[in-house]
């Protein structure tokens, strides 16, 4: 079975390269989406590598536009965004689905926006700003969401036989 979530793991890092290319404002892009949902069926230790391999990817093909390193720290936040967004879902789905849903879209786009953003402010600071960081709070917050929610809805539709990957 392992060679089941290898396969479908690389298939989500690819599909993370297609979002790569849908950006916003430079590296914000529709990447994390695969991230999320791989972090749904597969648990948190693929859905942290789709994650963290997606955003790399969405820097890369922007040319790493906040530097190398500051991007490597959001692929290890990214990383951690999806692992932890898998990891409330996972506590939480046994007593009630709705709210683990709910709870675990709040969590992964408060880690993913601006705790994101605070961990990297020291970084940010003498390329952007305070100015410019706290720009970036509502539309890295908005698309994180909208990735998320993506997501979930994606796997409400999925059949029952694709969601047993992470028991298995």
């Known amino acids: 079975m392992k060679i089941n979530k290898i396969v479908i793991t690389a298939l989500f890092i690819a599909l993370s390269f297609i979002g790569a290319n849908i950006k916003i404002m430079g590296t914000i892009a529709f990447d994390a989406m695969p991230g999320f949902l791989g972090a749904l069926l597969l648990g948190p230790v693929y859905g942290g590598i789709i994650g963290g391999v997606g955003h790399f990817l969405t820097a890369l093909t922007s040319g790493f536009p906040l530097s190398l390193p500051v991007h490597l720290v959001i692929t290890v936040i990214m990383a951690v965004t ?56 509502p539309v890295l917050s908005a698309v994180a969401a909208i990735n998320a929610i993506v997501a979930v809805l994606i796997y409400k539709f999925l059949p029952r036989s694709l969601k047993n990957y992470e028991n298995k």
């Open 82 to 137: 999806m692992a932890i967004f898998a990891l409330v879902y996972k506590l939480l789905v046994n007593k009630n689905k709705v709210l683990a849903i709910i709870l675990a879209v709040i969590v992964g786009v408060t880690v993913n926006g601006p705790i994101n953003l605070l961990v990297l402010s020291p970084l940010l600071m003498p390329i952007m700003g305070k100015a410019g960081i706290l720009a970036l709070v």
